[in-house]
Every structure is written in C-alpha cells, then in structure tokens.
C-alpha cells in the first residue's frame, strides 16, 4: 500500500493476491517496478478552507458536526485534559471550541491548557442531539460531570454526576429500550467496565469484563434495540452477556458488516489477530499473520473480488525503533497484502475508509500520522496513490459542502485546519438553516475505530405506486438513519428523492438524471426518516427501478 517514490520513501508489501499494484514477490528475490500512479497522484487536491485552530489549544482533537444549526457541519476541537501517562486513566475533557467553515470562532467552553501538546485515548466528547429536539447538543466530561452544552451558543444546559470516578474513558450512544432513538448513554474506564446510563444519568446496569477501547451499538435480531460489542463480549440490550470472543489481549478495534455477501451480519474485531464472527459468536474467520491488528474497517476496496475486504494496521514493533504496516484481508480471511516499510521509529499511522472522493461512490484507504516523512494519503485497493495531502497533519472527512462528495479536513493540532476538496467545492451552498442531522458513526466517534456497513432499509419491504406521477414510496418500518440512495433501472431520465418521518412532509435529498448506461445512480447523503420517496420523469424507468436506501442500524 505504501508509495515508493522519493516523497514516501521505500515502502513494500507482501501480496498473496497474485496481482496488485505493490506487489513485490519476496519470497523469489524479485522486486517488481513501482506502479505508474506511485509517482503521481491521480487527484489533486484543492485547498477550499483555512481556519485558525490555535485558540482551542494543544492536543486538540476534531469533531465535525452540524451545532451552529445552519445545516452546515462545523468544527469542534476538543482538548483533553493534561496527563503525563493516559495509558491507564482515560482523560477528561479541558476545553471545547466551535468553528463555522468560514474561520469564525463560535464558542469556547473551559480554558485550554498549554501544558497539553498531544492526545493517545479516546477524548470523552461526542457532538449529538441528545433530547431529540431535532438540534444539536455537545456533550462532554468535564469537572468529573457528564455535561450537556447547547450546540449554538455553547450554554450550559444540564449535567449529572458520574457514576464512578473513571467513568470517562469515552463516550457512546445506543438504543438500549427500543425508543426509536439514541438517548442511552454508555460510559467506560480505561479497560474493565462500562456503564448504561438513560438520558438523566440513571443506570441502567453496569458490565464488568475485558472492555477495549470503544464498544459498539448495533441492531443484530432486528427488535428495535441495540445489542453491545463491548470488547470481546457481546452483551443484550440488558447487559447480559450473549458470548465472548476466544482472543488474546484485547479489543482494539471492531466493525460491523456482512462480510462474505450471504446478507448475514458479521462482527470483525481486531486485537492479537483479526477475526471475524458470526451473529452467534462463531467464527468465520480468524487471520493471525498480524502482531497487534488496529483499526480493522470494512469496505469494498477491491470491487473485483467477492464480498468485503478488512482494513487494517498491524503495530509491528512498538520500541524506540518501531513501525507499522497497513493490510488488507479479503472476505475468505486470506491476507490480500502486508505492507512492509523500511522507514523505523514511526508506528503511529491512523487507517479510514472513505467514500465517494473520487466521485466512482467506490471506497477507498486513507492514512495519516505515518511520520518519518510519509504524507497523509488515499490509495485505491491495490496500494495505487490516489491523493496525497502537503500538510502532514491528522485527518478527518464528511460532506461539507453538499456536493455528494466527501471534503477532507487535514488539520494541525494547535494550528491550522485545512479543509481539502475535490475539484469545485462552495462551502455555503449547504447552508439551509435547516439543523443537519449526527448520524450514528459520527456521534459514536473513537480514535480507535468502530463501526459498521451500511445496510439497505429498503430490503424486503414492499413499495406503494405513488398516485397521478411516475414513483415509489417506501415504509422503512421505523425512523432510519439514511446514508445512501442507490437507483438501478433500465431507462434514462430525471428524478427526485425525499424523505419523511410522518408521511405527509417531505424534504428533499437528492436529484438527478439516470445517465449511466446501466440506468443506474447513486447518492450519499444525510438524513433520518422512516419514509422514502422517489419520482421520475419517465413512467418505463419508474416502472423497472430498483431503490436501494443505505443507512446504519
């Protein structure tokens, strides 16, 4: 995965897969030429924001959501509080401080500290909205209290007791009594227990166990509530544990995802190894050419081959010289390829996938925090360098302009936030005045990565013929978190997409035209509804289209 041109010096990958741009065939002592786009970055950036960040200190780390209202996400550094070792003890929060796109500063809560010049846990603030308002709230440990601050002005607007001195590793939100939203409230320490909490800070139970870094809501038995990834045991929505993964160490990292397209659901964790699992517990899986597997995410990073692909990194060595590799496992578990670098003492690298930054809505690999002079980058799934970034910083992305397409943040701690684009981009044509919604891997945000695939809500459900115009609406049986809009047809022609939580008001999502030669079109976007609806132009494509609506459990 690695570039081997002079900017990111001499990187190899062990392949299995028989192809591959990185291939190097070792094991013969064969090295094979570099790939032609190692060279040269497919796309090139383009630097569409700068924003000074240095009022919101040190070791500031990012949050992207919409708290200002406007329907435009904003930034939201958060500082945690000083500590000489954080290996043991999760930190607090110190100070929290809001930007629009445009560079204004919104708000600051708490005072930063200059003694604070970096980060290594997970940092106990989400951006959420909390009382279902349909606005924002920042919440956040700080003074040893659960704080809930109003996300347009930074107000105080409540806070409840911890319900024990460490119960500020980090912070999660899940559907545990099947209200329809997110307003449970999970709290952990550093590696033995999490708290369920409801909205006001009363338990709800407690589990004691081998935690992890970040536990994981998902709907598995399609109830309405969700279960509980918490390290290597899965628990029930009542904190019962359902079954516990056979692995060493602990929980790293953990994804969510039908990885070999039978249409189950697998649980990929990585810790010692990476192995993937059934709903029940039972392993489908289980690749251990890794020493410590990290950040284990799923996508279709190679198109060509079946099922899903694993992300991951493997910390290699950890020592004074260390390094890390990034891999990828295919959807039978085979390693697909190990990055081998040659650059020692750096071993902090950070994976993501991204969507859509291409405009191909293909998935694609993202690393930063490399060090030893290797920049922040995207690669297609065969190690192939799509983007490479000038500013060596951390990385984070959404759509911020409300183009269908991800913008890159590649910010500096203390300093600079550099928002990065793909070909045009304006920054205030998503300013609606309507609140954008937090979807669910946004406000479950960890360094650590977790998470899930999204799903198609509309699978099996049945689709009523809109009267006196070509179209379809779609019950998708509850409020859903939407994420994407996938149409599929056999006709050319325009379209509409809206969404609706009651039925009788809609709000628009998306439009277009089926100008692929398959018929077909896709779109990401932002919203929560239980209904969908889609008009078209031509009753023949309405007739045969197929509406997938992607979104999260």
């Known amino acids: 995965m690695s570039d081997r041109s002079p900017a990111s010096p001499a990187a190899r990958a062990v392949s299995r897969s028989g192809g591959g741009a990185l291939a190097l065939l070792l094991a013969a002592g064969l090295a094979a030429p570099a790939p032609a786009s190692a060279g040269t970055a497919a796309i090139v950036p383009e630097e569409v924001a700068r924003i000074d960040i240095s009022a919101a200190g040190g070791g500031a780390r990012l949050l992207l959501g919409d708290v200002s209202g406007d329907g435009r996400r904003d930034l939201v550094m958060m500082q945690p509080t000083y500590s000489a070792d954080d290996r043991y003890i999760g930190r607090q929060v110190q100070a929290l401080t809001a930007y629009d796109l445009s560079g204004d500063l919104l708000w600051q809560i708490g005072e930063p500290d200059p003694r604070v010049t970096t980060n290594g846990t997970d940092i106990p603030a989400q951006i959420h909205d909390v009382d279902g308002d349909g606005r924002n709230e920042v919440v956040a440990v700080m003074n040893d209290r659960f704080t809930v601050f109003d996300g347009r002005t930074g107000e105080f607007v409540r806070d409840f007791a911890l319900p024990d001195p460490e119960a500020h590793d980090a912070i999660a939100f899940a559907d545990l009594r099947g209200l329809g939203e997110p307003r449970d409230i999970l709290l952990k320490d550093r590696y033995e227990r999490i708290w369920a909490l409801d909205e006001h800070g009363e338990q709800l139970w407690t589990h004691h166990g081998n935690t992890g870094h970040y536990p994981w809501p998902y709907d598995l038995d399609g109830d309405g509530r969700h279960e509980l990834m918490a390290g290597y045991d899965l628990l029930g929505p009542d904190g019962s544990v359902r079954w516990s993964a056979d692995m060493a160490d602990h929980a790293d990292t953990m994804w969510f995802g039908d990885v ?169 044509s998503h300013v609606t005045g309507t609140p954008l919604p937090q979807l669910k891997q946004q406000y479950n945000f960890t360094r650590y990565t977790a998470g899930e695939q999204p799903v198609d809500h509309a699978a099996g459900r049945e689709r009523d013929r809109l009267r006196g115009t070509p179209g379809w609406r779609i019950d998708l049986g509850a409020r859903r978190e939407i994420t994407g809009v996938v149409l599929s047809g056999s006709n050319h022609g325009g379209y509409r997409i809206a969404t609706s939580t009651d039925g009788r008001a809609w709000t628009p999502l998306a439009e277009g035209r089926l100008t692929r030669r398959d018929g077909s079109a896709e779109h990401d976007v932002t919203a929560v509804g239980r209904h969908v609806r889609v008009v078209f132009d031509d009753p023949a494509a309405a007739a045969r289209a197929r509406i997938e609506v992607l979104g999260n459990r």
């Open 260 to 428: 070999d397209g039978d249409g189950g659901t697998n649980i990929v964790l990585g810790g010692a190894e990476t192995v993937a699992h059934d709903p029940d517990g039972r392993e489908v899986w289980r690749n251990d050419d890794t020493v410590e597997s990290q950040n284990v995410i799923l996508g279709d990073f190679r198109p060509d081959l079946p099922g899903l692909e694993t992300l991951g990194l493997d910390r290699i060595d950890r020592g004074e010289n260390g390094v890390d590799g990034l891999f990828l496992i295919d959807a039978q578990g085979e390693m697909l390829f190990r990055e081998d670098r040659q650059t020692r003492g750096c071993w902090g690298s950070i994976p993501d996938r991204i969507h859509n930054w291409d405009g191909r809505h293909s998935d694609l690999i993202m690393a930063w925090n490399r060090g030893c002079g290797e920049p922040p980058s995207i690669f297609d799934g065969e190690g192939n360098v799509v983007t490479r970034f000038d500013v060596d910083g951390r990385l984070a992305h959404a759509d911020l302009c409300g183009d269908d397409r991800p913008e890159v943040v590649d910010f500096v701690m203390g300093e600079t936030a550099h928002v990065y684009a793909n070909g045009g981009c304006d920054l205030d």
